[in-house]
C-alpha cells in the first residue's frame, strides 16, 4: 500500500505559476511510476504528466506539454508538478498518483491515488 498527500493548491491568476507537491508514504521501497492527473468540473479524470522511479522518462498530456514539469525525489519519497502560464481551463483537481508501469496515458494505468487539491486559475 502507498498513500499518497497532495500539497499546494489554491487560487492563481492567469498567466502565474504554481508548484503542486505529493508526499508518498508506506510502501515507498517498490519502484513506483509517479504521476499526476486532473478532472475538472464535469469533465472525466485527465492525464496530465507522469515520471519514472529513475526519472529518465517522463511525459507529458498534450494540453499542458511545454507549460508543466514533473520531477522527483526519491530520498524524500516527493513528487512534484511546476505549472506555468497557467489558463482558466487549467482549474480542476489535482490527484498523485503511483503505480508500476512505466507507460501512463490513463487512470487505469495507476494503482494508488491521493485525495487531490484544487487549483482554480482566475481570469
Known amino acids: 500500500q502507498v498513500q499518497l498527500v497532495e500539497s499546494g493548491g489554491g487560487v492563481v491568476q492567469a498567466g502565474g505559476s504554481l508548484r503542486l507537491s505529493c508526499a508518498a508514504s508506506g510502501r515507498t521501497s517498490v519502484s513506483y511510476t509517479l504521476g499526476w492527473f486532473r478532472q475538472g468540473p464535469g469533465k472525466e479524470r485527465e492525464f496530465i504528466a507522469a515520471?519514472?522511479?529513475?526519472?529518465?522518462?517522463?511525459s507529458y498530456g498534450d494540453s499542458v506539454k511545454g507549460r508543466f514539469t514533473i520531477s522527483r525525489d526519491n530520498a524524500k519519497n516527493m513528487v512534484t508538478l511546476q505549472m506555468n502560464s497557467l489558463k482558466s481551463e487549467d482549474t480542476a483537481v489535482y490527484y498523485c498518483?503511483?503505480?508500476?508501469?512505466?507507460?501512463?496515458?490513463?487512470?487505469?494505468?495507476?494503482?494508488?491515488w491521493g485525495k487531490g487539491t484544487l487549483v482554480t486559475v482566475s481570469s
Open positions: 498518483a503511483a503505480g508500476v508501469r512505466t507507460a501512463v496515458r490513463g487512470v487505469g494505468d495507476m494503482t494508488y
Open positions: 515520471i519514472s522511479w529513475s526519472g529518465t522518462t517522463r
